[in-house]
């Protein structure tokens, strides 16, 4: 699939250079779409940048476009790659997520891994349904990472000071969305702990606020 990408990109890049004699936009120049920009770059916010998923020793612009000629925080090099449009409402789509520390800052939200609710399908680590009473969750795409984190747990903790582990079960899926596959839900944001409601519980948080900012870990 990624390999068909480049190939396409390619393709009507070689098409541009040849037929249209059009420049292509090098790091921050304007851009419309990923086929504008040069190379690896691809388009973000309308500027030519570097693509966050390519190694970032192969990165090609020095200036990450953002701020004013000073780099962006360490672990802030996540940038979304496109957007997907739900009810006129566009939603950035991430293939990362911010990097993984001792502490890592997420948004805890719930979601129901038995098959009711908004998510019909059975969890991707195990093709399995699982109760609300289990210790579960689901990460954000890229802390997903193709299932590296199936079966393992984390520790999450909450601003009360309490902890739980919590095995990963699922994706949250910050690539598609807002389809019917999707229950017309936009792309998971790139930072989430999707948790079943007893990983709230042990938190001694209640569902109905439904977002909290807690930390996690790999343990
Ligand atoms: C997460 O960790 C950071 C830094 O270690 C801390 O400042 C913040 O309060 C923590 N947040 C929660 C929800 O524990």
Redesign the pocket.
């Known amino acids: 699939m990624a390999k068909l990408g480049w190939l396409v990109v390619s393709l009507s890049v070689s098409v541009l250079v040849t037929n249209l004699c059009e420049a292509i936009s090098s790091c921050n120049d304007p851009c419309k779409t990923l086929n504008d920009c040069d190379g690896q770059l691809i388009c973000i916010k309308g500027k030519c940048n570097n693509d966050p998923d390519v190694h970032v020793g192969s990165h090609v612009c020095s200036n990450e476009g953002s701020g004013e000629g000073s780099s962006p925080p360490l672990g802030d090099s996540c940038q979304p790659f496109g957007h997907k449009v739900c009810k006129g409402i566009s939603h950035p789509q991430f293939k990362c997520s911010p990097r993984v520390t001792s502490?890592t800052?997420a948004i805890l939200t719930n979601i129901e891994f038995n098959g009711d609710g908004e998510n019909g399908a059975p969890s991707e680590c195990d093709n399995k349904f699982h109760l609300n009473s289990e210790l579960v969750v689901a990460l954000s795409t890229g802390w997903y990472n193709r299932g590296s984190r199936c079966g393992k747990k984390i520790k999450v903790?909450?601003?009360n000071g309490k902890s739980v582990l919590a095995k990963v079960v699922d994706e949250c899926d910050s690539i598609s969305g807002c389809d019917a596959l999707h229950a017309g839900q936009p792309p998971c944001r790139n930072n989430i702990v999707d948790a079943a409601k007893a990983v709230w519980d042990a938190l001694g948080l209640d569902t109905d606020v439904g977002e909290e900012?807690?930390?996690w870990s790999d343990v």
């Open positions: 502490s800052r903790t909450a601003r900012p807690v930390n």
